[in-house]
């Protein structure tokens, strides 16, 4: 209906556009003269005068051709009206009522009707994104639980979610409360925009999504307004599943202090809290909130009666990973060469969207080499753009000193993660450039653990370090580079973590500097430069013992440009024996 109405309008407002033109067009004006014009009246050639608005001129038309208006100047003499009445002339003082003036006033009217109904029918832009929150489980939106692969235990959480929706007489009669938000967290990419969708499909009702930044607005009230416009059609449909997507937008710690306070976010965020209060219990309507950092959230939003029920979405595991690119393998011609299962072994810390959009790059990897099916080497060269990114086509204008000490750097990280974390897999050491700005890279693939040792940690932050010991071995104390700038950032959140998170230090004991809040701490910072220097000087010492390998490493490097693990298994059995 409503585009119908802009339809019309349209064309109301092009029609008289159009009029007005051809009117404009199809009048002649030329000039006359003064006493020309005196000579028409005199001669009975004059029809019709007509005071323009301005009164400088005159329009005159002769009964010889009414086709043509004369612009005639006006003399302004006190009789001169008379003087055109007494020569049977007709005389217009006001050309208001002209048809040209008409259709003015017509379009006019059609504009500001047409303004109105935009500004009414917008909202302030509310309605529009109402109306894309209103996905109400079309074709294209319904996912299952079994769709979603992997996070088996966060699928649990939320199967009596579904039934509570579907049937909540049977739990009001024991007594019952349906919660009334269920806060999903964990890393990006992980499934928990497919899960929200899954609730709603399973419990086969309303999808009302939109993301936590469509609420930040400029104007102090605006996001409270949409939040109320949107729970208020959720309420119309009883039974539904309201999901806000990264929800820190606006539910944010607020600010002790008023100066530091943000008006807009804080009346936002009170909105929803007074809307997910004034819920009733046991209506089937239930609020699903997403983010990345759960620690950010405002405590009011995570107390009872709000977001009753926090259920973490973490990365898959090894089982969850081969479900993940079964699924999407299914969808996609696959190689008989192609090893699901060695592929999830190899992709720890991947999560589903990661996985995904590995498999389509291994497609289009295939697409431009024109393979009617996707092979292990599209697989392979995908999964090292995924992770580093595309290498350099053009490295010509790498020096052979560059590349050495690239190589050098990079065989440091590999001999120290085979002497120091043997468990560990190496997949793919190489010293070809991506176009992310990396001169080369080492990869190795931790087994799946729910969690680090103390020896684990400190043999992570030596093999980081491990890369700018091997330059230094080689070239100097004084020819280091800054190919260690990002190893080192590491090595240092992680040597803070060691010390002052998991308390795993002897001297600094079980005590966060966290609990000082925004004090300084001097002595973790002193602490955390003592404790990495003694950690590279014992690393140091071990690439110093096995300089040989580190050249033998390095050398093979330099001709191949890329190894796999079992190269360096054979250059470290070959120098044991």
């Known amino acids: 209906m409503k585009k119908l109405y802009w339809i019309i309008l349209i064309a109301v407002i092009l029609a008289c556009s159009g009029i007005l033109m051809s009117l404009h067009l199809s009048v002649t004006k030329e000039e006359m003269t003064y006493p020309s014009f005196l000579d028409a009246v005199n001669q009975d050639q004059v029809a019709s005068v007509q005071f323009k608005e301005n009164d400088n001129s005159l329009k005159v038309i002769l009964n010889s051709d009414k086709d043509i208006t004369y612009i005639v100047p006006n003399p302004k003499t006190e009789n001169f009206t008379e003087f055109l009445l007494l020569h049977n002339i007709k005389v217009d003082n006001n050309d208001s009522y002209s048809p040209t003036k008409v259709i003015q006033v017509i379009l006019i009217v059609t504009v500001i009707t047409g303004v109105f109904l935009y500004i009414r029918t917008s909202g302030g832009k509310d309605k529009p994104l109402m109306k894309n929150a209103a996905k109400n489980n079309k074709a294209e939106n319904r996912v ?141 309507i239930v609020v699903i909130g997403a983010t990345n950092r759960l620690d950010t959230l405002d405590e009011a939003l995570l107390r009872p009666g709000r977001f009753d029920r926090q259920i973490e979405v973490g990365l898959p595991d090894i089982l969850a990973r081969k479900k993940i690119l079964k699924l999407y393998g299914d969808k996609k011609p696959l190689g008989d060469d192609v090893d699901l299962e060695l592929l999830a072994k190899n992709t720890v810390s991947f999560s589903g969207a990661m996985l995904e959009n590995l498999l389509n790059e291994a497609a289009i990897q295939a697409a431009n080499e024109k393979s009617s099916y996707i092979q292990a080497t599209h697989v392979d060269k995908a999964f ?31 001999l120290a993660t085979k002497l120091l974390q043997p468990e560990q897999y190496i997949s793919k050491v190489t010293i070809i450039p991506s176009v992310r700005g990396a001169g080369g890279f080492n990869l190795s693939i931790p087994k799946d653990s729910l969690y680090q040792t103390k020896r684990q940690i400190l043999c992570s932050i030596k093999i980081l370090l491990a890369g700018r010991i091997a330059e230094e071995l080689i070239f100097g104390e004084e020819e280091i580079t800054t190919g260690a700038s990002n190893d080192i950032q590491k090595a240092s959140a992680m040597i803070v973590d060691y010390l002052n998170k998991y308390g795993m230090d002897e001297e600094m004991g079980l005590f966060s500097t966290a609990a000082l809040e925004d004090q300084y701490d001097t002595d973790l910072l002193n602490k955390c430069r003592n404790q990495m220097h003694a950690l590279y000087e014992s690393t140091k010492k071990l690439m110093t013992d096995n300089k040989e390998l580190l050249t033998d490493i390095t050398k093979e490097l330099l001709e191949n440009e890329s190894l796999k693990g079992e190269d360096i298994d054979r250059i470290c059995l070959k120098k044991a024996v």
């Open 144 to 284: 299952k639980l079994g769709d979603v692969a992997g996070n088996a235990e966060a699928k649990c959480m939320v199967g009596d979610i579904i039934d509570f929706i579907k049937e909540p007489e049977k739990y009001s009669a024991l007594g019952a409360r349906m919660p009334k938000g269920v806060m999903l967290y964990g890393p990006p990419g992980t499934g928990k925009t497919l899960i929200a969708k899954a609730i709603a499909t399973e419990a086969g009702v309303p999808f009302y999504a939109m993301s936590g930044s469509d609420f930040v607005q400029m104007y102090v009230g605006v996001g409270a307004s949409r939040i109320r416009s949107l729970f208020n059609k959720a309420k119309k449909s009883e039974k539904a599943v309201i999901f806000i997507d990264e929800i820190d937008a606006i539910g944010k710690k607020r600010a002790r202090s008023t100066s530091a306070s943000n008006d807009e976010r804080d009346q936002t965020l009170n909105a929803l809290l007074t809307e997910m209060s004034g819920f009733h219990e046991n209506k089937g």
């Open 384 to 414: 090292y753009t995924v992770i580093a990114g595309s290498p350099l086509q053009d490295r010509s204008f790498i020096s052979e000193r560059d590349k050495s000490i690239t190589a050098y750097h990079e065989a440091g990280h590999a």
